[in-house]
């Protein structure tokens, strides 16, 4: 058999981060997210993920009743993945999604004014509190947004959507910077 | 000259003089004037010709509601048609064009319509019509197509930027006037979300035309001051030079900010207006109340005014109106302007005020008072130069060079109607009132019939602080004022007809609507404020009739001797003011028109020489040419005929992908397909169909059972999204006691088509697992290893083209990787890249279906799928409507395959099929050919079919008519599979 | 151009977000006849008023929800999960 040397190539490999005084966006590399669903109505379905899945590497956000997208910064191994869709199931079944999801960093000071030109969640502070997530269109792209900080979201849009919304988020930065 | 800059005086910033044109010529204003200010204080009273009759028109308001200022403003890409005077900011080097005018606005040809005009009025198209048609067509409307008509859109493209964004508040006011300010404030500094709308540049409304004083501020200057506590606070946010346009449901507000309309070079990373959808929990309109202008004879001439409008240009613009100036009033406006002319200097000629005995207490004033008297005609012609006044039946000439005029106030309530409500007439205010107690919006100050400056910010501040409370917030009263030295035009007796007149006198200036068109109309049976609308076209034209519609409706009224709350009004829609496209399209155009989505094979193609194909969002490779290739044909009979002797590798990444998981998974997907499904044992894939519950065929793909209680389901490229909604409309609403959770998982994986006699010798270069036909035989489908561990995939011996064939789905990042290494050890093999031009070429050939077959007419045993349908469940979609009598009828369209008698020949899909010595009529139509395509195999076109009763018809020969193309091409009726029909080649 | 749908998960959403099925009628039992599957695929009410509907909230939690909505006045009386009711039945 040949040898192959096998290497990843993530969407949005060849884009640089946008810097600036009111708006950074960038990718981080490639990590893992896994889609956990349960039955619609299992009250204790998020706390039995969270009590299986670290919560230092993983960091659970909802997506719909009874489902969950659990994030990583580091990538999992198939055989480490299979683990933990055998600790789960069949209570919660996992899906793979880590190279099904981009993941996007859109920061600054003028990050819920570049937003919303793309959803209309009302990002205001206190009603989209640090650590909310939802699924939204941006645009005309759903995705899942996420807010980690102040003025920091992360958003998880579809792969093969990822250059489009990276696309449009310069776009919609360029006053800010 | 007439119109003149005063010395001193108003808020314009005279330290910074800019030069701007209009039509050619050379003139200069001041930071702070507008377009219209400009140009009076240059003089300049002619600024267009009226739609119709093409009589010279000037300035008669100083907003938004103006209907005869109307110029182009800019060149190439950036030309503005129809751009207000009144509303355009000067900036140095503006260029402005008056419109509608040839060749010269001095001199006008059109204007000789004038001359026709007793041919034009009411009803004139429609009259017109019915002369003999040849006339109308060759002669009338011509001339009157040149002749009419506004500004002309530019062919440049249009370089600036445009954007959409969604605000939220608690309150959203609707106006930065003495209410809107209050209201304002008042929410402000109790601490909620506040958005305040005005669609000036200066926050301020009706204040910065005002001499009154404010506590102890000027007007003007209290305004500034409310704004900037506004603009301190973090919790409101002020937007000028903004016009809310309409009120939508879920009390969403629809604005548009005008950012760089009023600088001569937008910045580039700026857009240039910012479409604004403002989520409100509650909307207080401080829209205030325009004008109406008084309907007598020659009120459109230059040099006649709305009264606030003039005060507006003498108070804020520091420009006096004329040299010898009247007022025409029915209320108590009319004083105020003369109290402030007065202060500059000029006192007014006479007051013409339609009241008898009524001058009010606070105005002081030395000009003449004409009481119970009205201006019945204006004269001039390309400006005003006297005036007849009528009392107590003597008429009266004035030499004048500017006449305001004051027919009392219409509340501008134009947002509270957008959703279904119905202005409600008030004799006691004598004008339209808003419809009371809609959810979601107030209305305060003078939009709600409220006069004088007291009332208004006492109106704003209770108002506010009502809303607030609804909305559990606590306002405190707010004190403003006290206001001194305010000439409050409370509510007066309306004047709609008016004695005495002579000339034209103007309804709707700028359709060119006079009185006698409103007569005409009651008189031949068009009294129906809505048939009125139509027959005379008042309120039509770009203003939308916001100076016009209460005086057509008073007039009607009296014609008909009726109340105009019994006439009614028309009915309000979006927009309150024109919106332009650029604003409408946001950033939606060119690249970002729509969005594109790329295969993680997307480069791998790219560098493999693939021409891109769009389906749906998709780009997809639709061939790969190759250095001396003439066409595409060349490279896609090559492709295919790689794939039946070698192999070929095609991206199939786009289908449709969905984890199903759950306890009861094998049940759910029994009941969406038609087929069986509960006994697929692991390890297997199985194709299936979907039926729509009508019986009709929805979908098709291939599901794997990868474990117990997952499997793998692929869906086509262009019903993905459908099958997931469908498919979760099923397990939600329909089975909802399932166990069945659904994933989409199109996006994890990069799947690759691997066909052909070699694959398998290729495919098992890279994996790691044993997929010899006996350890992965046809429809195995597993988890496999590959590159000795270091990816992880799944392997499915599934063929769309007959050939020996897997498809192999890699974790989409190492996608392109894997389709290198495939292309690498596939090289000695003979692999080649393949589109989806060759798919399609090999899976006609095989008679496999597309949606160009499953298009939604045909049910399964119109494509030779009789016996998949299940008749051993007991329930799946779609079962209950396929045993239809219709849907078994012999004479169905059904799949068949066809071919031309002579293989030279060409046809093309969407030709229809006939009887072979049928004459070519739509009677005749026997079906038509769904697919078709060069098959190098057969040597021949060859195509699909939907033809009547078509599986008894193989061997019949037809005729293959394109009557789009001429082209009839003798062809026979065939069994749909070309290439190995015995399937002997998939199981290699 | 704009209108907002109160989501029971996601909160007030603009419609763009969803996609609309049509009445929100129940499915006939498999045994229901010609007649009753007939009317539930092809026949429905146009009512000008009140209406139940599907609504998937595609751009969102992916719910089907069921809008009851007038249809003359737009307004959103209730929205709910469509799984609720339809738990209830069953
Ligand atoms: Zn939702």
């Known amino acids: 058999m040949p040898e192959f040397q096998i290497s990843r190539r993530p969407a949005l490999s060849d884009k640089q981060p946008v810097t600036g005084p009111g708006i950074e966006i960038s990718t981080p590399p490639p990590g893992a997210i896994l889609h956990a669903l349960a039955q619609p109505g299992d009250a204790g379905a998020r706390g039995f993920i969270e009590s299986a899945l670290m919560s230092d590497i993983f960091s659970i956000r909802p997506v719909s009743p009874g489902q969950w997208f659990s994030v990583a910064d580091d990538p999992l191994s198939h055989a480490d993945f299979r683990n933990l869709c055998e600790a789960l199931e069949p209570r919660v079944d996992l899906v793979d999604q880590s190279h099904g999801r981009t993941r996007i960093i859109v920061q600054g000071p003028q990050v819920e004014a570049m937003l919303a030109k793309g959803t209309a969640i009302d990002l205001h502070i206190d009603q989209f509190t640090v650590g909310s997530a939802a699924s939204t269109l941006i645009g005309h792209v759903s995705a899942h947004l996420t807010r980690t900080g102040e003025h920091c979201f992360e958003i998880l849009v579809l792969r093969s959507f990822a250059e489009n919304m990276w696309d449009d988020l310069v776009r919609m930065s360029r006053e800010f910077n | ?988 | ?90």
């Open chain 3, 1 to 90: 151009m704009a209108s907002l749908v109160p989501c029971p998960h996601c909160g007030l959403r603009p419609k763009e977000e969803f996609t609309i099925k049509g009445a929100a009628l129940p499915r006939p039992s498999p045994d229901a006849g010609a007649d009753a599957w007939l009317d539930h695929v092809y026949l429905r009410d146009n009512p000008r008023g009140a209406l139940d509907e599907f609504w998937h909230h595609t751009s969102g939690c992916r719910r089907w929800l069921i809008v009851s909505r007038d249809t003359f006045s737009h307004e959103i009386s209730a929205c709910r999960d469509a799984a609720d009711p339809a738990k209830e039945r069953s």
């Open chain 2, 1 to 988: 000259m007439t119109a003149f800059r005063l010395p001193h005086g108003g808020l314009i910033d005279r330290s910074r003089p800019l030069s701007f044109s209009f039509d050619g010529k050379s003139m200069t204003g001041f930071a702070g004037d507008t377009l219209a200010s400009a140009l009076l204080a240059n003089g300049r009273i002619l600024v267009g010709r009226s739609f119709k009759y093409h009589r010279p028109r000037g300035i008669l308001t100083a907003g938004s509601a103006e209907p005869n200022a109307l110029v182009t403003v800019n060149t190439g890409g950036r030309t503005e048609p129809n751009t207000l005077a009144t509303m355009q900011e000067l900036h140095e080097g503006l260029r402005a064009a008056s419109q509608n005018r040839w060749p010269s606005l001095a001199f006008d040809i059109g204007a000789l319509n004038g001359l026709l005009s007793p041919f034009l009025g009411a009803g004139f198209y429609y009259k017109t019509f019915m002369w003999p048609a040849a006339f109308w067509e060759k002669l009338y409307e011509p001339l009157i197509r040149r002749a009419a008509g506004l500004g002309r859109a530019s062919h440049d493209a249009d370089p600036d930027d445009y954007e959409k964004c969604w605000a939220h508040c608690d309150l959203l006011v609707i106006g930065a006037g003495a209410t809107g300010l209050a209201a304002a404030l008042t929410a402000g500094r109790a601490g909620a979300r506040v958005i305040v709308v005005d669609e000036h540049p200066v926050a301020g409304g009706g204040l910065l035309s005002e001499t009154a004083i404010i506590g102890t501020q000027a007007a003007a200057d209290f305004a500034a001051s409310c704004a900037t506590e506004l603009q301190s606070m973090p919790n409101v946010r002020l937007l000028t030079r903004t016009t809310v346009f309409a009120w939508y449901d879920g009390n969403v507000f629809g604005a548009v900010e005008r950012v760089q309309k009023h600088v001569g070079f937008p910045a580039p990373n700026l857009p240039v207006e910012r479409l604004w959808r403002i989520a409100a929990k509650q909307a207080l309109l401080a829209t205030g109340a325009e004008e109406r202008p008084l309907v007598f004879g020659g009120n459109d001439i230059p040099g006649v005014m709305m009264a606030g409008a003039m005060r507006r240009y003498l108070n804020c613009h520091g420009v006096a109106p004329g040299h010898r100036v009247a007022i025409f009033t029915t209320n108590d406006s009319g004083y105020g302007l003369a109290r402030d002319l007065e202060a500059a200097g000029i006192v007014p000629q006479a007051i013409i005020d339609s009241r008898r005995d009524a001058i009010p207490d606070s105005y002081s004033g030395s000009a003449r008072v004409v009481s119970g008297a009205v201006v019945s005609d204006a004269c001039g012609r390309k400006s005003l130069s006297s005036i007849s006044v009528l009392q107590n039946g003597k008429s009266e000439e004035l030499k004048v060079d500017a006449l305001a005029m004051s027919g009392g106030f219409s509340p501008v309530i134009h947002l509270a109607c957008h959703r279904g409500g119905k202005p409600q007439w008030s004799d006691e205010h004598a004008a339209f009132l808003a419809p009371s107690s809609q959810k979601g919006l107030a209305l305060a100050g003078a939009a709600d019939g409220t006069a004088g400056l007291q009332a208004c910010l006492e109106a704003g501040v209770s108002k506010a602080a009502a809303l607030l409370g609804s909305l559990g917030f606590t306002a405190k009263p707010q004190a403003l004022g006290p206001v001194e030295g305010d000439i409050a035009a409370g509510p007066a007796k309306p004047l709609w007809t008016i004695p005495g007149i002579r000339e034209k006198a103007f309804v709707d200036f700028q359709n060119d609507v006079h009185r006698k068109d409103i007569t005409l109309a009651t008189r031949e049976g068009y009294g129906h404020v809505e048939l009125a609308k139509r027959y005379t076209t008042t309120g039509m034209a770009t203003d939308q009739g916001k100076l016009s519609n209460v005086n057509a409706i008073g007039l009607l009224a009296e014609e008909r001797g009726v109340s105009p709350a019994d006439v009614g009004t028309t009915t309000f829609r979006p927009f309150y003011s024109p919106v332009s496209f650029g604003a409408l399209a946001g950033a939606t155009h060119g690249k970002h028109f729509m969005p594109a989505r790329m295969s993680p094979l997307h480069e791998w193609a790219k560098k493999n020489g693939a021409e891109f194909v769009e389906a749906g969002l998709w780009y997809r490779s639709a061939w790969f040419a190759r250095d001396g290739e003439s066409g595409w044909r060349e490279s896609v009979d090559r492709e295919a005929l790689n794939v039946r002797k070698n192999a070929g590798l095609c991206d199939v990444s786009t289908l449709g992908k969905i984890e199903i998981t759950g306890a009861d998974a094998a049940e759910f997907i029994n009941r969406v397909y038609c087929n069986a499904f509960l006994k697929l044992p692991v390890g297997k894939a199985r194709y299936g169909l979907m039926l729509r519950e009508d019986g009709f065929i929805f979908d098709d793909g291939t599901t794997s059972r990868l474990e117990e209680n997952r499997y793998f389901m692929t869906t086509t490229t262009a019903a993905a999204i459908a099958t997931m909604n469908h498919l979760e409309f099923c397990a939600q609403v329909l089975w909802p006691g399932l166990d069945v959770r659904l994933a989409s998982v199109t996006d994890q994986w990069a799947q690759m088509a691997v066909a052909g006699p070699k694959s398998r010798a290729i495919l098992q270069q890279i994996i790691d697992d044993d997929i010899s036909n006996d350890a992965f035989p046809y429809l195995a489908a597993r988890d496999v290893s590959l590159f000795g561990g270091q990816v992880h995939g799944r392997l499915f011996r599934i063929s769309f083209s007959g050939e020996l064939a897997f498809e192999l789905a890699v974790l989409a990042d190492f996608g392109e990787a894997t389709a290198d290494a495939l292309m690498q050890a596939g090289d000695t093999h003979g692999i080649q890249p393949y589109g989806v031009e060759a798919l399609s070429v090999l899976r006609i050939e095989k008679g496999h279906v597309t949606h160009s077959e499953i298009n939604g007419t045909a049910v399964p045993a119109d494509l030779g799928f009789g016996r998949m349908a299940s008749s051993a469940k007991a329930d799946f979609i779609g079962k209950h409507m396929l045993s239809r009598d219709g849907l078994s009828a012999r004479d169905r369209l059904q799949l068949v395959g066809v071919m031309p008698l002579d293989t030279t020949a060409y046809f093309r899909s969407g030709a229809h099929i006939l009887a072979k010595d049928a004459d070519a009529t739509l009677e005749n139509d026997q079906g038509h050919v769904t697919s078709s395509c060069y098959s190098p195999h057969t040597g021949s076109h060859i195509g699909l079919a939907l033809v009547k009763g078509g599986s008894a018809r193989h061997g019949e020969e037809i005729l293959i008519w394109n009557a789009l193309h001429g082209e009839y091409v003798p062809g026979r009726l065939c069994d749909p599979v070309f290439v190995d029909p015995a399937n002997s080649r998939l199981s290699m």
